[in-house]
């Protein structure tokens, strides 16, 4: 397979690339990283529209869900809901920043530990939530694990 790289005096260069296995475990690493977030974004929805979380979780908002006869912004329009489904990606994006510095020094297998682990306690956390503030810090645990994880598999060398 060809490649062009244009070099400073503007010509461009062939060379040959080989699609070798390591490059095949690159790109599924990278998708896996994508695949991460959108999960989760598939799965908070669906979930955040489930009666049974509603009622424990946003009972307010189940009331208004079926009385409600406009479009969904005005059932599903709580802080608290939108905190819900944002803490994780906000962790993720901050924590991304702060995973590089453990990642250079101890290494990706160590980062990835910590991931799983962070990924554990909110696992466990949102299985076992009792109130609003549970699932929360749950889903916060959760972003970190995804900003470890993602700064582990895709970003150090």
Do not use: W
């Amino acid at each position: 397979m060809p490649a062009t790289v244009i070099d400073k005096q503007g010509s461009d260069a062939e060379f040959e690339v080989k699609f070798t296995f390591y490059l095949f475990l690159c790109c599924i690493m990278a998708a896996c990283g994508g695949l991460m977030l959108g999960y989760d974004i598939g799965i908070s929805g669906g979930v955040t529209s489930m009666d049974d979380f509603l009622i424990k979780f946003f009972p307010r908002i189940y009331v208004r869900k079926h009385e409600a006869k406009e479009d969904n912004y005005c059932k599903y329009d709580n802080q608290y809901l939108q905190l819900f489904t944002s803490s994780l990606y906000m962790a993720a994006l901050v924590f991304t920043f702060f995973a590089s510095y453990p990642c250079k020094k101890y290494g990706r297998r160590p980062t990835m530990r910590a991931a799983s682990l962070f990924f554990l306690v909110g696992v466990i956390l949102n299985a076992a939530a009792m109130n609003l503030s549970m699932l929360i810090i749950g889903r916060i645990l959760l972003g970190i694990g995804v900003g470890f994880a993602g700064n582990a598999l895709l970003l150090n060398k």
